[in-house]
Structures are given as structure tokens and as C-alpha cells.
């Protein structure tokens, strides 16, 4: 778990990290979230003189952000769990926004990160798994269910390797860090190996390495397309840890975009620019959010 202390232009007062806990079940990493959100709240008024005034949460998989709920996640065995209203308790009735893990990160990359100033963007972060959060004027979209942006589940290869989503041939089985790492650790005989080594093996030359890196960015290219073709974003925003492989990455996936572009306009495609401490910040504006909607609300 990653928390932070937020001001309202976004500067980051104070960030502390915690483990989940998740190994001793689901009810103790929701226990761990509420304690580190209530401890976070009181060094905010022993360092800065006043408490928190609002607090917001990012969550991974499936989640009611209207409701408050986290839905579902998997990895967390969690289902249906009603976050907001256990935070606002244990905070003492303060309003707390809850958002999407993918989502809250991109807020935060739109509007103060690689896509200030931007309308239209799209950030999509290349980790475990690939996800997406469209934004759009300040905002990001999550659809009338909570699935906007689910890019990782668009099929770039029909037929090809089973997802886990029920469908062959997903994005995230071809194109993420874990999905690199694999095809890598196969294609060079080594079960250690990850997408960074592969990274380094493509820039000593190394054809096994171009060969499996090649295959990754055409799938996300396609991939990606897809999405500006629907969405039609002023910028493409790329993050995660496969980005961290810098123009390794970016110079050959400019190049895969540009050449499968036909009537679409194309977008700047950037690396994020806030790393991992994205979803904490935009977490914060999340809270801000609720607060300045408070506000207006009254007058």
C-alpha cells in the first residue's frame, strides 16, 4: 500500500508505505487500509496543525465508484466490500472518495502528470496486467458499469493464448510485463528472466530479444490503435513497468502507431511521468475533488 498526504494544487506533503497484509486474509488488508488511512489523517494534524479534511482510495479490480464498493478483486478476495462507508466511519465522517486503482493513476497523469494541459488523453500502464483510464477534460470516464478503459481485454490475436477473462488473445497476454517476462524467460532458457532483461538483450542485439520485444509491440500497437480510433486522444500516455525501458520501447511503438494509422489522427504518444506515486496523488485529488464539489454545492 502506497498513502500520501495531498494539498490542493497536488504537491505531495508526506508519503508513507505499508504492506497489504494479504496473506493473513481479506478482512485483515481491509483492517490495514483503515488503519493506515486513520494514522495518515492524525500525523496530518500533529504535522501540519489540522487533520485531513477529505480522504480518497484507490483500489484494484472491479469497482462501484458510485456506490463506494470494491466489487471485486481477486488477488485481494475481496467481493463487495463497502470501503467508503468503513473509511468514513473510521475517520471520522470525513467524505472519502473511492476509485479504481488504473483509473485514479491516470487522473493524476492528466492533469498534473505527462497529460497536463491535454483534453483528451489515454493512459494505459504496461504491469501485471494492462488497463486503461480515458480522460477527458479534467476527468476520467468510467463508464456507465466501471469497465471503461479495459484495453488489455481488447483481442489482438483471435485464437490466440486464453485469458483468464474468458476470451483468446488478449492484449494483456501479449503485450504486459508479466507476458514479456514469459516469453523471454522461455525463448532465452532462463525461469528468472523478466521484460527488463529482455529490455537489455534487445539493446546488446541480441534476436531472441528483438524477436519476443517485436512481438510486444505490434500486439500493443494494434491494440492501441483500436483504442484512438475510438477514443481519439490529443495523447497517449504509457506507463507501468515496461515503459521504464525508455525509447527501447517508445522509439519502435511511435513507429508500429504511426505505420497503422491510416485516417485517424495521430497522438503524441509520451511515457508517464509520475511513476508509482500516481496513484496516491490522484487518490488525493479525488478527495479534493469531493471537497471543491462540497463546496460549490453550498453556494
Known amino acids: 500500500m502506497k498513502a500520501a498526504l495531498v494539498a490542493a494544487d497536488g504537491a505531495l506533503l508526506h508519503q508513507a508505505r505499508r504492506a497489504t497484509g494479504r496473506d493473513h486474509g481479506p478482512d485483515a488488508v481491509v483492517e490495514n487500509i ?27 479490480g472491479i469497482v462501484d465508484e458510485e456506490r463506494g464498493i470494491a466489487a471485486y478483486a481477486a488477488n485481494l478476495g475481496w467481493r463487495d466490500v463497502p470501503l467508503r462507508d468503513l473509511l468514513t466511519e473510521r475517520l471520522g465522517g470525513i467524505p472519502v472518495a473511492l476509485g479504481h486503482d488504473v483509473r485514479t493513476g491516470g487522473l493524476a497523469e492528466g492533469r498534473i502528470g505527462a497529460g497536463k494541459g491535454a483534453d483528451r488523453f ?49 492484449l494483456e497476454r501479449f503485450a504486459s510485463a508479466s507476458a514479456v517476462s514469459q516469453a523471454w524467460a522461455e525463448a532465452c532458457g532462463d525461469p528468472q528472466a523478466d521484460a527488463a532483461d529482455c529490455a537489455k538483450a534487445v539493446e546488446s542485439g541480441d534476436a531472441r530479444a528483438r524477436a519476443v520485444w517485436q512481438e ?65 496523488l490522484g487518490a488525493g485529488l479525488l478527495a479534493w475533488d469531493l471537497l471543491n464539489t462540497s463546496t460549490t454545492a453550498r453556494r
Open 34 to 60: 483503515l488503519g493506515f488511512a486513520a494514522e495518515l489523517r492524525a500525523l496530518g494534524a500533529e504535522r501540519f496543525g489540522e487533520p485531513a479534511a477529505a480522504a480518497g482510495v484507490a483500489v484494484p
Open 216 to 280: 510486444a509491440v505490434d500486439a500493443l500497437a494494434d491494440g492501441l490503435v483500436t483504442a484512438l480510433t475510438l477514443l481519439d486522444p490529443r495523447t497517449l500516455i504509457i506507463g507501468g513497468g515496461l515503459a521504464e525501458a525508455g525509447e527501447t520501447l517508445f522509439a519502435p511503438l511511435r513507429e508500429a502507431v504511426r505505420r497503422r494509422v491510416t485516417f485517424q489522427k495521430l497522438p503524441a504518444v509520451v511515457p508517464a511521468a509520475l511513476g508509482d506515486t500516481a496513484g496516491c
Open 122 to 170: 489515454f493512459f494505459v500502464p504496461l504491469g501485471t496486467g494492462i488497463a486503461g483510464a480515458i480522460g477527458i477534460d479534467g476527468r476520467v470516464e468510467a463508464g456507465a458499469h466501471g469497465f471503461a478503459g479495459e484495453i488489455g481485454h481488447i483481442v489482438v490475436r483471435p485464437g490466440g493464448t486464453p485469458c483468464p477473462c474468458g476470451q483468446n488473445g488478449c
